[in-house]
Nanobody, 124 residues
Framework: QVQLVESGGGLVQAGGSLRLSCTAS????????MAWFRRAPGKEREFVAA????????DYADSVKGRFTISRDNAKNAVYLQMNSLKPEDTAVYYC?????????????????WGQGTQVTVSS
């Protein structure tokens, strides 16, 4: 089985930064595309950012473009989300996801593996 473990969440003031990390383990993980999603209280899960297997292609939700950056280190089976200029509306549980396919996509149903989530809280 593939396991995804997130870290790096926490409490930060508006305008601050956080860096989320996600490491994949399990011998069956082939290093496909990876992504971050989030779920705010009372809201549906939403796409945040995705990155292709090779890292050359990325996608971002309009709400985070210019503030968040997704990257990956395939040698470590890891994906990162650098979040700058955080806003209170970024408060959510952030989930790492991975898929067997190599193309970065924004649809959550395309992802095969999910982490447990890490809480990000931005105070005003």
């Amino acid at each position: 089985q593939v396991q995804l473990v997130e870290s790096g969440g926490g409490l930060v003031q508006a305008g601050g930064s956080l860096r989320l990390s996600c490491t994949a383990s399990g011998r069956t993980f082939s290093g496909g595309a990876m992504a971050w999603f989030r779920r705010a209280p009372g809201k549906e899960r939403e796409f945040v950012a995705a990155i292709s297997r090779g890292g050359r292609s990325t996608d971002y939700a309009d709400s985070v473009k210019g503030r968040f950056t997704i990257s990956r280190d395939n040698a470590k089976n890891a994906v990162y989300l650098q979040m700058n200029s955080l806003k209170p509306e970024d408060t959510a549980v952030y989930y790492c996801a991975a898929r067997k396919g190599i193309v970065d996509v924004t649809t959550p149903t395309a992802y095969d593996y999910w982490g447990q989530g890490t809480q990000v809280t931005v105070s005003s």
